[in-house]
C-alpha cells in the first residue's frame, strides 16, 4: 500500500473592506504554492477551512473557483463579470491559457460554525471534497512550483467587511 501524505497550505485573500451584494467577487485568484508537487504532479483537495476574523460569513453561500493560471472573475465587490471564453477550450481541443478551470467547491451556510465560544470570528470548514488537481505541466504565467489559484463569488449574503486581510483560507491536499 502507497504511503499518503497530507498537508495543508494557507493563503490570506485579498477582499474589500465594505459591503457586498449577492454575485459579487469576494476576491480574486489567490495562488497556493505547493498544492501539488512540480509541474506534472497532481493532488487530491480534501477540505477547506475558511476563518473570518470579521465575523460576517456565517450563514452566507460562496463558491471557490480552483485555476491552473489566475485569471479574474471580474472586479473584487462587484458582479462576476468575466467572459466564458476566458475559461474555456478552444473549440479543436487544444490547451491555452484560456482552459484553466480545475473545478469548483460551494461553501453553503451549513458548512458553517459559529459557536459562542468563537467571538467575533465565523469558521467554515467543508470537507469530503476530493477535486483532483494539477498545475498544468507547464511554466507558463505565473504557475510555477505546483502553484494552482483560488477566486470566490458570493453567491447568496450581503457581508460588510470592515478589513481588506479579515479572511483567511487553510487548503487541505493529499499528495
Known sequence: MAHRRFGNIEVKPTISADAYAANDVLFNPVKIPGAVQGLTGASLLKSVTIVDIDD???????ELVFMKVSKD??????????AA????????GTASE???ILGHVEIVAGDSADANTLTNVSLITKTGIDLVVD??????DDNEEGAIFCAAVLTSGTPDFTAATDL????????
Do not use: C, P, Q
Not at 471564453?85 to 479543436?92: E, G, I, P
Not at 483567511?168 to 499528495?175: A, H, K, N, P
Open 168 to 175: 483567511r483560507i487553510r487548503f487541505g491536499f493529499e499528495y
Open 73 to 82: 472573475l471580474g472586479t473584487i465587490n462587484a458582479a462576476a463579470s468575466n
Open 56 to 62: 460576517k460569513l456565517i450563514g452566507l453561500t460562496l
Open 98 to 100: 484560456s482552459s484553466v
Open 135 to 140: 498545475a498544468g505541466g507547464t511554466s507558463d
Open 85 to 92: 471564453s476566458t475559461f474555456m477550450v478552444k473549440k479543436d
